[in-house]
C-alpha cells in the first residue's frame, strides 16, 4: 500500500512524495492505522526504520484536520518526551517537513539554550512540543507551556528514558495532562521492567507491535568484528578511515576523554575529526552535527553514547564501535546509525582481550555472531612498523629541538 491510497490529507501526502516516502516501512504501516483510531500503543522496532514518521504522520493528519474544519480549541495538542536534547531537533525537523504544507506548529522545547525563543513559539501558538524534562517544567512552571488540552503523549526511546532516571518526571507529566488521552511508547529496545511500566501508563487494551523481535538490528547493517590489541586500535582506525575516504564514519568511544584523545590521534596522521560528548556546550553538540551532516570534507565524528540515539545523519556508511560499549543495547543504538532506510551499512567493533566478554553479550542479543574480520599479520606488523619509525621521527625532532635549547642557554651563560 503507498502513502498516496492513506487516509490522510493530500497536503501530507505532498510533502511525503517531496521527501522521497512512496510506501510505509513495517513500523509505519502497523503504528499508522492505530494511531487514526485513538488506540495507545507500545511500538518496538530497530533503529532506522521510521518510528519517528510512524507517530508524526497521524498526528499532523489529525491536529492540522481540526484545524481546518475548526473543531479543536487553540492550544498544545500533543507532548512528545524524549531523553536528549539531539533527538528532540531530530524530531522536530521530521515534524516540520511533514507538516511542511499543514497549519500544524511544532517547536522543541530542551535546555541548555536560550529559553526565550521557545516562549516567543509556545506564545505565538503551538501545537507540537517535543520537550526534554528539565525545561518542559521550567517552562510550565513559568506558565508559558499549557497542558490542560494535551490529547496525545509521547514516550520516545522510552526505555532510555527510564535508564536515564526520567520514571519520576515521567509520572509527573501523567498528573499535568488530562486522563483522558492516547499514549504512545516508541522504542529500538524493551526488556520486563519497562514493558511493566509501559503497561501501567497505558490502557489495558492497549495494541503492542513489534518489528522483527529476534533480529534487534536493521538487516541493512552487517557486522563484524577485529581482535586486536587496546593500544592499537588507532592504527586501525586510521587504515578503516583513509581505505573509505569518502565514506561518513561515526565511531564511539567509551568516555569524553578517549574521544579527544582518539580525535588527537588521527590528526598526528592528518585525518580530521569531529567530537561529539557531553563536556560539548549544546551550540557546540549542533554545531558539530551540522558539520558532519553537511560538509563533505567532514567525515568521521568520534562520540560518546549521547548520539547513539535518535540522531539520523544521512548516509553514514559505516559505525565503528572503537570501545564496545558495556551497556549491551548500546550496540544496537550505536549501529543504527547507519543502514537506515533500505541503505546498506556497515558495523565493524574493535574488540581486545578485556573486551572479549562483553562481545559475548552483545552476540547473545543479537541471537547470532558478529563475523570475524582475520587480520594479515604481515600487514598488522607493517603498520606498527610504521607507527615505529613515526616515533623515531619525532623523537629524533624532540631530541634537535632540546640540543638546539640547551646550546641557547650555553651561549646565554657565556
Do not use: W
Request: charged fraction near 35%; aromatic fraction near 8%.
Amino acid at each position: 500500500m503507498k502513502f498516496s491510497n492513506y487516509r490522510i490529507d493530500e497536503k501530507i501526502k505532498q510533502a511525503l512524495d517531496e521527501m522521497g516516502f512512496k510506501r510505509p516501512t513495517d513500523i509505519q504501516y502497523k503504528s499508522i492505522p492505530n494511531i487514526q483510531n485513538g488506540e495507545d500503543l507500545l511500538a518496538v522496532a530497530q533503529t532506522g526504520t521510521g518510528k519517528t514518521a510512524a507517530f508524526a504522520i497521524p498526528i499532523i493528519d489529525r491536529i492540522h484536520f481540526g484545524k481546518k474544519t475548526r473543531r479543536r480549541k487553540d492550544g498544545t495538542k500533543c507532548l512528545i518526551l524524549v531523553p536528549t536534547h539531539e533527538l528532540a531537533r531530530q524530531i522536530l525537523a521530521v515534524f516540520n517537513k511533514i507538516g511542511k504544507y499543514t497549519l500544524v506548529k511544532s517547536a522543541a522545547i530542551i535546555g541548555g539554550v536560550d529559553q526565550e525563543p521557545q516562549i516567543q513559539a509556545l506564545k505565538e501558538g503551538c501545537d507540537v512540543v517535543i520537550a526534554t524534562p528539565g525545561r518542559m517544567f521550567d517552562l510550565i512552571s513559568q506558565g508559558h507551556l499549557k497542558t490542560h488540552r494535551i490529547d496525545t503523549l509521547v514516550l520516545d526511546e522510552a526505555d532510555h528514558m527510564l535508564d536515564m532516571g526520567f520514571i519520576d518526571d515521567i509520572k509527573d507529566v501523567l498528573y499535568k495532562i488530562p486522563k483522558r488521552r492516547q499514549t504512545l511508547f516508541f522504542s529500538a529496545t524493551i526488556n520486563d521492567v519497562i514493558k511493566k511500566i509501559a503497561y501501567k501508563i497505558v490502557r489495558q487494551n492497549a495494541i503492542r507491535i513489534q518489528i522483527s523481535p529476534k533480529d534487534p538490528v536493521s538487516k541493512n547493517v552487517s557486522h563484524f568484528v577485529l581482535f586486536v590489541e587496546m593500544d592499537h586500535k588507532r592504527y586501525f582506525l586510521e587504515r578503516v578511515v583513509k581505505e573509505n575516504e569518502k565514506q561518513k564514519i561515526l565511531v564511539f568511544v567509551r568516555t569524553k576523554v578517549r574521544a579527544e584523545r582518539v580525535a588527537k590521534a588521527m590528526e598526528r596522521v592528518e585525518i580530521e575529526a569531529l567530537t561529539l560528548h557531553g563536556d560539548k556546550t549544546q551550540a557546540q553538540r549542533t554545531e558539530t552535527l551540522k558539520s558532519f551532516k553537511e560538509k563533505e570534507e567532514c567525515t568521521l565524528l568520534i562520540a560518546t553514547d549521547i548520539a547513539a540515539r535518535g540522531i539520523d545523519i544521512a548516509d553514514v556508511g559505516i559505525v565503528i564501535n572503537y570501545d564496545l560499549p558495556t551497556e549491551t543495547e548500546n550496540y544496537v543504538h550505536r549501529v543504527g546509525r547507519t543502514g537506515r532506510f533500505n541503505k546498506k551499512g556497515f558495523a565493524y567493533s574493535f574488540c581486545a582481550k578485556d573486551e572479549k566478554p562483553i562481545l559475548d553479550e552483545i552476540q547473545k542479543f543479537l541471537n547470532a555472531p558478529i563475523e570475524e574480520i582475520k587480520i594479515d599479520k604481515d600487514a598488522y606488523q607493517e603498520t606498527l612498523n610504521i607507527e615505529r619509525d613515526r616515533k623515531q621521527d619525532i623523537n629524533a625532532v624532540m631530541e634537535e629541538i632540546e640540543d638546539f635549547e640547551n646550546r641557547k642557554k650555553r651561549k646565554k651563560k657565556k
